[in-house]
């Protein structure tokens, strides 16, 4: 430090110039002066030493269209090496990420006609290929030179950096200051001297009446806009009949996990219960491609990516009675070198009734013999016992009593199989009761709340338990206890 304390304050405003020392020292010669920008500051530092010279000293700035921010964006490092040499793919994103100065703020804001480039041209790959949002820049500067020698290039630090782009985001590194302390900067050389600076934002803050009217012209720009993406849209979309749910899944088969033999595909099929249709030309069966799989962790898992849409609609006819909801049957089935197939396993998934993004794990199982000439057989010439009717996993669909009894049939445990499913309801009935903010009173309305309807279920499989505990509670207790509690009573 100097003999006495030398401190510094400085109001700075967006993209205001403080020249420096060094600055002041190149730019009164003229012959250093080449371009239009250089002769401007020339005339400003002759008037500012009219006038008495500059008021900083230290603390000076360097604005958007200075050399200085364009080396420092242009030049920036990847690494913390010394010594680093850019790559190729280094200067070839530099050159397309630097700042956009030729082109007008508001452009990016405006509303442009085209949404999609159908044939793009080189140049517009190469200025869309990667975020480039146009920003301009201010580096605020500190000349922490020896006290009685400023104006060399190499003491010349950055104390803050100001960046803002065209959305309205304002980037201010690092922060202001607040209650966490002065930032502190160590100098290299023999004295190794410290310095310390805070930054405060010296705004006015803005008047309530100021605040408002903004706030109504950002919700006219957002009407105007929201208006013309509608128009550019249309509203030429295909509603279903009233009193009708229009049911679109997009599915996917991720993998299947846990099975004996390798070389596994998956047929599955969709049964629509009651009430539930779809087009002709809509294939509610398929089969996924053969997938070899391969060690993860404990499992050997096929990963199928096998992709598959549906799309169904509920017609309600009966308003009390609560819909059944579409089954997907699969089985697991595995296929060997001498083209011999096993069935590795079956099961059933019940489509999400609320809409939204659905990761399934499900399951499965496969029919047995007992004794071990049926896994002989199993092994050396393939097939096993397998299901005539897909529907047995769940209930048959030939079935119409009361009670299904599977007594004697003997199964084993196998693998599972994980599913994606993408669910998208599309009703009349939910366009209304939005738009008239009504209490949902038919079983149709009712779908659109239909993620509820479990937890009622339960509630009430909670309820009949609690009931059947207090009954075998009572029923242990002795008889006089009962009686006297009564009579009490």
């Not at 100065?101 to 804001?109: C, G, I, K, L, Y």
Request: proline share 5%; aromatic share 12%; charged share 25%.
């Amino acid at each position: 430090r100097p003999p006495e304390d030398e401190e510094e304050e400085a109001e700075v405003g967006w993209q205001e110039k403080l020249f420096s020392q060094f600055e002041v020292d190149l730019y009164m010669n003229e012959s250093a002066c080449q371009t239009p920008l250089d002769w401007q500051y020339h005339e400003e530092i002759q008037k500012l030493e009219k006038a008495g010279g500059r008021k900083n000293c230290r603390i000076f700035t360097y604005t958007d269209h200075d050399r200085f921010t364009n080396l420092e964006e242009l030049c920036q490092k990847v690494t913390d090496l010394d010594h680093e040499v850019p790559s190729y793919l280094v200067e070839r994103m530099a050159n397309v990420r630097r700042r956009r100065q030729d082109r007008r703020p508001v452009e990016s804001s405006s509303l442009k006609s085209k949404i999609i480039t159908w044939e793009p041209s080189d140049e517009f790959i190469k200025n869309n290929h990667v975020i480039n949002t146009p920003v301009q820049t201010m580096y605020i500067m500190g000349d922490l030179g020896p006290y009685g020698k400023l104006g060399h290039r190499e003491y010349e630090n950055v104390l803050c950096t100001i960046k803002v782009d065209v959305n309205g985001v304002i980037t201010v590194k690092p922060d202001f200051t607040g209650t966490k302390g002065a930032y502190r900067i160590e100098l290299d050389g023999e004295k190794r001297e410290v310095w310390e600076y805070t930054i405060e934002n010296a705004s006015a803050q803005v008047q309530p009446e100021e605040e408002e009217r903004e706030q109504r012209v950002f919700r006219d720009l957002y009407g105007r806009h929201r208006d013309y993406l509608n128009g550019l849209v249309g509203s030429d979309f295909e509603m279903p009949l009233p009193g009708t749910l229009r049911l679109f899944m997009n599915g996917e088969i991720v993998s299947a996990q846990g099975y004996e033999y390798d070389n596994l595909y998956v047929h599955f099929f969709l049964e629509l219960p009651n009430q539930w249709s779809s087009s002709p030309f809509q294939q509610l069966s398929g089969v996924t491609q053969t997938c070899a799989t391969k060690t993860v962790g404990w499992d050997n898992v096929a990963y199928f990516c096998y992709p598959f849409t549906v799309e169904m609609f509920y017609t309600q006819e009966d308003e009390d009675s609560l819909p059944q909801w579409p089954v997907l049957y699969f089985e697991v089935l595995s296929l060997d070198f001498w083209q011999r197939y096993r069935v590795e396993g079956y099961g059933s998934l019940v489509l999400p009734a609320c809409p939204g993004v659905h990761m399934l794990t499900i399951p499965t199982w496969r029919p047995m013999e007992l004794g071990t000439v049926a896994e002989m057989r199993r092994f050396f010439i393939g097939g096993s016992p397998e299901l005539e009717d897909l529907t047995y996993i769940r209930i048959p669909s030939t079935f119409k009593g009361k009670r299904l009894s599977r007594y004697g049939f003997r199964t084993e445990t196998t693998g599972s199989v994980t599913f994606r499913l993408y669910c998208l309801h599309q009703s009349k009935a939910f366009l209304e009761n939005s738009a008239l903010r009504q209490r949902m009173q038919s079983v149709l309305d009712r779908l659109g709340g239909f993620s509820q309807q479990s937890s009622v279920y339960n509630v009430l499989e909670a309820f009949q338990r609690a009931r059947r505990r207090m009954q075998e509670a009572r029923e242990s207790l002795p008889q006089d206890l009962i009686n006297t509690s009564a009579s009490t009573v």
